[in-house]
């Protein structure tokens, strides 16, 4: 073969000349005739094998050539016939490597063979693929035409036919191929055949979907071949960077590609390589549209998760981008961080370099906790949530953390508000500390142990010396007395000396034996040292050498002289430090003193490490009751999935102990009600999970876990709170658990007492029956004697709270609400249990008990509810009542003894003996009020309801007995009896409302009925203050005043100027707090007649007490939102309470506000007149206040048309406004505005009006700030006009300043006789008598002192005459009856006088 065959750039280049021994294609077959060729070509590969391509390369080529013309069928062959080329010299060449006896023709023979075969089959790849995915762009639309079900079925088989050729590649450049080229020296063309038909199917939008999982995996296994073997590694890393900027879902593809060459071909540099390319990219580079930047961030936090160990070399180059301004690859690098940080530096095995890195990772970690974008934010706070669930986190860390994560708490963004609670619930979850975090039940224990290791290092401290002397200073003391005395025994001496000192030597000696130990001696020596035995050391010293002649301490004593001996003693003294410390004790040592030694430390150290522990413990609840109180108050934002995260959050601490979790609990509650399914399905779900799920071994245990849950909820629970208990535990009882009747006869066995149990507990278990009754009524209804023996019983008076949650339970039996349907359920009334109910209530009128009243309320309820004419019953009940009262005054009990508690409280003048206890009458008042009341209901509701059903089945027995009419009448007389019948239906509603209203005018209050008696008796209490002036029985006649107000017009119009006074005028907030109810529910029941006395409603939201204001803005808000109420000017005063101190009365205000926005206009309307009343002088609010005010209601102001109107209504209050202190509030408001180009222009127009004023400080620099805002983001035309609006108002700033100042221009003026300067200064009217701090008007005093009420006047300019409610006796009892005048008819209109009149005066 003399020729070679070189891989062209261009397809074209094949047909052109080439250079010497260069393969051209010489003929090109006509499309017509490709099939015919393709079958020779079948026919030589069969008979010749795949070095056939040699001679038929010219054959495929030319499918390449006409690849535009040719049909599918043909170049499907063609790849066929080229897979199988290929698949063949995969199988023939291993043979011919091996082989060492091959020619360089061979070799040349097989290489073009290669060659030829790869570039045909992945030029004909290419092209199929590009044809593939332009079918695949055509067809989408058109999912029913012919053409695109084919070309479908192409995509498909096109598809299967993708992996082949991938496969057939893979398997060729598996071999060692590479010995076909001279020197191994394989062509860079040839490769780049190769990899641009990989990343030419890589391009593919589908190559991600799991479908395409094989052509994906035969990509990578390919290209990481050609890394390998064929040195394509700084080509694969460019190619890598190219495609992630333009083709997005490649992150995930390339990630795992990565991932792969780095692992299974060992290519670790590829990684290198591509962070090094990301690392480079500029923060401008990132900026730009098309930059790939989310590609590159996806493709990083993909690669962490798959091989962190290896990123770590390079995570320098990648925290370059933390400083960058593209938060995507902030977010991309923490995240890479997060996972190096949960898989790689975890553990407590890491060395000194892994622990610095950690640390600094951590490091990082927090400071983009705070980083200026949201986003990463969030994704931060959900990398530590990774971090903490997979125990990661260091202890060390813990509180650092926690307390940023409850900071974030407060974050403006929602995610990361979601993902800072995430992470607190993680915390908590996976605490190391302890499964009960309260900080109250840690505090003893910490306060016990840290006395326990004060005292431990108080006992080590007084066992320790107090100076600590060194060997070599005791030596350098005593060297000189003790060369004197060596000298001194080493002088020969008299016989009668020595005698003595041979004595002595021989104790010494002996005492050596006994020790027979060089080291004994030596430590002997260095004790007679210390104790001063000088001579004694010298003497045994000397003699040591003697018996311990091989001992290295004494060797140098062999030349005894008094250096030698002195170096000797020194070595012995001095050595005690360093070699051995018990030579410097007086002591030898001992082994048990150094175990106790050891054994003190290490108890020491344990038990700091306990009080250590136990800090960190109490920290971090202490930390995690912080993040409680402030995400309990998430739970009623609007963003449903940060209430679901809060609700999650509270179950968590719940199940953890945590201190005052069960407030989140119970105040999520109430989300049962919610709107949104999503946040009551959490809810329903996270009490299941806490209460309704129970951990027992029986289950009766369970039972009782349940029960014993449930009863802790409910203890000290408010009345809405077992109202939203009641919804859940109702679905427990109707879920048809099989824990519902042990639960019921576990509940019963703790109400009748068969289990000790506490009170409270038994009133719960009662109640908890009373919920589960509302879904099978039998429950309670077959144990009605039991509950009426045990709680109704004899013993009623000892426990009125047990008796009255009974009741409770008993009235869930029947729904009265729904008695409409059929016959309603009622009692006989000498039934035991009206018989029970009766006898205590009757009894505790005259008894002084607390429960008493609530016990009442509910009892006589339940009569209503239950009882076969409970108005027969509730009369002989008042008549039974008042008997036992009257009789008590008979006989003077006890109580009359005190004067302090005794009134007179006889009806008739006549009885001045008898004297009555004020809370025993306070008692039969309340129970008048609360029959009348539900007289009332019994008729509007129970009454009404069961004339329509009797009239029902009337209606339906006529219409039967009447028999079917004929069709074609029927049908031609249709509507007409539709219109008769609907008429029929309303005058016979309406019949049986005035009925109804007929009985509450004339009967109900008629002589002959009880409740008439106690009328004049309630209106004289209540207009007495002085005589009647015990608390309770105020309160009780007040209330029962008010609830016989409802029966009629007539009696709420008699008595409606006393309802106001008392309302006005009593000293008990408790009285004016339950009048402001009354009045609100009168409202509803007669608007026409409550309508003028509106405004006295609206004053009581300036009341001293704080509960009063509570209870006016809650009664008004309901008003007002449900339009019994017209919304007018009186509205300022619930934005008065925006600023009030007590946090809870504003939110109910702001609260107030925010369902008002919802209602078309409404603030937009009202805003004018809100803002001329509080910037009224007389009123002294300050100016911060106001701003206060304003701005939240100025934030309901969205719609572009509401502000220009409120631009030009502001400006024109300019003109009215007599102070400089309106004309700054007027200018503040417009300030608050989101002013837009209209609104802008409406300031322009209006100019004359504000003008004149802009000399004070206070208008031009609001007015000022509004061009700033303006300015902001304005298109250059808008801009110059704000400009020039800004330079205009500073220059008539800036001159009327001048002319303040100069004398001249003044005496100009006043020779001119300018009015606008008139106008311009207008002089400060004087200030109004100081106010209160919240910048209202207190109620006036009367003066007549406490004993009498005085009836407010209704206007300044008329004079109302004066009521005066007095003590006296001899004063007749019309006093108390107001005149008719005083009546307020209509709400007087707020008086503008013209501008032309306000400038004259």
């Not at 092209?127 to 479908?152: D, F, H, M, N, W």
């Not at 426990?799 to 349907?821: E, G, M, N, P, Y």
């Not at 009766?838 to 009892?859: C, L, N, R």
């Not at 009419?965 to 009896?977: H, L, V, Y």
Request: glycine share 4%.
């Amino acid at each position: 073969m003399s020729w070679d065959f070189f891989v062209p750039v261009c397809i074209g280049d094949l047909v052109k000349t080439g250079g010497i021994n260069q393969y051209v294609v010489q003929d090109v077959v006509p499309p017509k005739q490709l099939p015919s060729y393709l079958s020779r070509f079948k026919a030589t590969l069969r008979n010749q094998g795949p070095l056939c391509i040699l001679e038929h390369f010219d054959t495929a080529y030319s499918v390449l050539q006409h690849c535009n013309s040719v049909e599918l069928g043909v170049k499907e062959d063609t790849l066929e016939l080229l897979v199988q080329v290929v698949s063949g010299l995969a199988v023939s060449l291993p043979a011919f490597l091996v082989s060492t006896s091959v020619s360089a023709a061979e070799r040349k023979e097989k290489l073009n063979a290669v060659k030829m075969s790869v570039f045909l089959l992945c030029k004909l790849t290419e092209i199929l693929e590009s044809y593939s995915c332009r079918q695949s762009i055509v067809t989408a639309p058109g999912k029913g035409s012919k053409k695109g079900k084919g070309g479908g079925e192409g995509l498909l088989q096109w598809d299967s036919e993708r992996e082949k050729v991938l496969q057939a590649l893979v398997q060729l450049l598996q071999l060692d191929i590479r010995s076909l080229w001279s020197l191994s020296l394989v062509e860079e063309e040839f490769i780049s055949c190769v990899t641009c038909c990989c990343y030419k199917l890589l391009e593919n939008p589908t190559i991600s979907h799991v479908k395409s999982k094989p052509t994906r995996d035969c990509i990578i296994h390919l290209l990481g071949l050609l890394i390998k073997k064929y040195n394509h590694l700084l080509g694969a890393s460019v190619k890598v960077i190219q495609l992630l900027q333009h083709f997005e879902q490649l992150s995930s593809v390339f990630a795992q590609a990565v991932a792969v060459w780095s692992t299974e071909y060992g290519v670790r540099a590829i990684i290198g390589e591509v962070i090094r390319e990301i690392g480079q990219k500029s923060s401008e580079e990132l900026a730009r549209e098309g930059s790939g930047v989310k590609a590159f961030s996806s493709f990083l936090s993909e690669l962490s998760g798959l091989v962190p160990e290896l990123m770590i070399p390079y995570i320098s180059v990648l925290i370059t981008h933390l400083e960058g301004e593209s938060h995507t690859m902030r977010v991309a690098v923490c995240e890479v961080l997060g996972e190096i940080l949960v898989r790689v530096l975890c553990g407590d095995g890491l060395d000194e370099s892994g622990k610095a890195d950690r640390d600094r990772f951590f490091d990082t970690l927090q400071e983009h906790l705070h980083d200026t974008h949201s986003h990463v934010r969030a994704r931060v706070l959900q990398v530590y949530t990774r971090i903490v669930n997979s125990k990661a986190l260091p202890l060390c860390r813990y509180s650092e953390v926690m307390e940023l994560a409850v900071g974030r708490l407060m974050d403006k963004s929602i995610n990361a508000v979601k993902s800072a609670i995430q992470l607190l619930a993680a915390f908590i979850a996976h605490n190391p500390y302890s499964c009960k975090l309260s900080s109250a039940d840690l505090k003893k224990p910490l306060e016990k142990e840290t006395a326990k290791l004060r005292e431990m290092k108080e006992k080590l401290e007084g066992k320790a010396p107090v100076a600590v002397i060194k060997a070599s200073e005791l030596w350098a003391a005593m060297e000189p007395e003790l060369l004197v005395t060596v000298r001194r025994e080493l002088e020969p001496t008299s016989e009668t000396e020595k005698e003595p000192q041979e004595d002595e030597g021989d104790r010494d000696v002996e005492e050596e034996k006994e020790a027979e130990d060089d080291r004994a001696t030596a430590v002997k020596i260095a004790q007679y040292l210390r104790v001063n035995k000088y001579r004694n050391a010298v003497r045994l010293c000397v003699r040591a050498h003697s018996f311990f002649p091989e001992s290295e301490m004494f060797a140098s004593l062999s030349t005894l002289t008094p250096e030698t001996l002195m170096e000797t003693l020194a070595l012995i003294f001095k050595g005690s430090d360093e070699d051995a410390a018990e030579l410097s004790q007086n002591l030898p040592p001992t082994p048990q003193k150094e175990g106790e030694k050891e054994g003190e430390d290490g108890e020491l150290k344990k038990q700091e490490m306990l009080v250590q522990y136990l800090r960190d413990t109490e920290t971090f609840a202490l930390q995690v009751e912080r993040a409680i109180s402030v995400i309990n108050t998430m739970l009623y934002w609007k963003t449903t999935s940060v209430v679901q995260e809060a609700v999650q959050f509270c179950v968590t601490v719940c199940e953890f102990s945590v201190a005052n979790s069960v407030s989140g609990v119970r105040k999520m509650l109430p989300l049962v009600w919610s709107t949104d399914a999503a946040i009551k399905d959490a809810v329903v779900q996270a009490y299941r999970r806490l209460y309704l799920n129970p951990q027992g071994d029986t289950v009766r245990m369970k039972a009782q876990t349940l029960v014993d849950s449930l009863s802790e909820l409910m203890v000290d629970a408010s009345l809405g709170t077992i109202q939203c208990l009641e919804e859940i535990v109702q679905e427990f009882f109707g879920s048809g658990s099989n824990l519902q009747s042990t639960v019921v006869q576990v509940l019963w066995e703790r109400f009748t007492g068969k289990r000790e149990t506490s009170g409270l507990h038994r009133r719960a278990a009662v109640l908890l029956l009373g919920m589960a009754a509302r879904a099978e009524r039998e429950v309670v209804l077959s144990n009605l004697d039991t509950l009426c023996s045990v709680a109704l019983g004899e013993k009623v008076t000892e426990d009125f709270l047990l008796a009255r949650d009974t009741v409770i339970t008993i009235c869930s039996i029947t729904d009265h609400v729904r008695q409409s349907k059929g016959a309603p359920f009622r009692l006989p009334q000498d039934h035991q249990l009206f018989t029970c109910l009766t006898q205590a209530i009757a009894e505790g009128v005259v008894m002084e008990d607390p429960y008493w009243q609530s016990f009442m309320e509910q009892a006589v309820r339940l009569i209503y509810f239950l009882a076969e004419s409970p108005d027969q019953l509730c009369s002989r009940l008042l008549q039974r009542s008042a008997r036992l009262l009257l009789d008590q005054i008979a006989e003077g009990g006890e109580v009359n003894k005190d004067p302090g508690q005794m009134q007179d409280g006889s009806q008739d003048s006549n009885e001045q003996g008898e004297q009555v206890n004020c809370m025993c009458l306070a008692q039969l008042l309340a129970l008048c009020g609360c029959v009348a009341f539900w007289q009332v209901s019994h008729l509007e509701r129970s009454v009404s309801a069961e004339l329509r059903r009797r009239r029902g089945e009337t209606e339906e027995r006529e219409e039967k007995e009447k028999g079917p009419s004929s069709k074609a009448k029927q049908a031609a007389n249709e509507s007409a009896m539709e219109e008769e019948l609907g008429l029929i239906g309303a005058s016979a509603e309406d019949t049986e409302a005035e009925l109804i209203r007929k009985i509450c005018e004339t009967e109900l209050l008629a002589e002959e009925n009880l409740l008439c008696a106690f009328l004049p008796l309630l209106v004289k209490v209540c207009s007495s203050p002085g005589r009647y002036s015990h608390p309770q029985l105020t309160t009780a006649a007040c209330l029962a005043l008010s609830q016989y107000m409802m029966i009629s017009p007539s009696v709420c119009e008699e008595n409606i100027r006393l309802m106001f006074t008392v309302l006005e005028r009593s000293s008990l907030p408790v009285v004016r707090a339950n009048a402001i109810i009354a009045l609100g529910d009168l409202t509803v029941r007669f608007p026409n007649i409550l309508e003028p006395w509106t405004q006295n409603l609206y004053a009581r939201l300036s009341d001293e007490v704080p509960s009063v204001r509570q209870t006016a803005v809650t009664v008004l808000t309901q008003l007002v939102l449900k339009d019994v109420l017209k919304v007018k000017g009186q509205v300022s005063e619930v934005a008065v309470l925006l600023i009030d101190p007590e946090p809870h009365i504003t939110s109910l205000a702001l609260n107030f506000f925010n369902e008002l926005a919802s209602k078309d206009n409404a603030i937009y309307n009202l805003l004018p007149d809100i803002i001329s009343r509080l910037s009224d002088p007389e009123r002294g609010m300050s100016s911060e206040d106001f701003n206060t005010i304003m701005k939240q209601l100025f934030s309901y102001i969205t719609k572009e048309r509401q502000t220009e109107s409120l631009v030009e209504k502001l400006c024109q209050r300019f003109r009215t406004a007599k102070t400089e202190r309106q004309w700054c509030d007027l200018a503040m408001s417009l300030s608050l505005l989101s002013m837009c180009e209209r609104g802008f222009k409406r300031l322009q127009e209006c100019w004359e009006c504000y003008s004149d004023k802009l000399t004070e400080p206070g208008v031009y620099q609001p007015l000022l700030s509004i061009t700033a805002k303006l300015r902001r983001g304005a298109k250059p035309q808008f801009k110059a006009q704000v400009d020039e609006f800004e330079k205009r108002l500073t220059a008539v700033h800036t001159r009327g300043l001048e002319n303040v100042e100069s004398p001249e221009m003044e005496e100009e003026n006043q020779k001119e006789g300018s009015t606008e300067k008139t106008v311009m200064r207008t002089p400060l009217p004087t200030r109004g008598r100081p106010r209160t701090k919240r910048g209202q008007t207190k109620p006036s005093v009367s003066s007549h002192g406490d004993d009498s009420f005085v009836t407010p006047q209704k206007s300044r300019k008329s004079k109302k005459p004066v009521i005066t409610f007095s003590s006296d006796e001899e004063e007749d009892e019309e006093d108390a009856v107001m005149a008719e005048s005083e009546t307020p008819k209509v709400t007087t209109p707020i008086a503008r006088t013209s501008r032309r009149a306000r400038l004259r005066n």
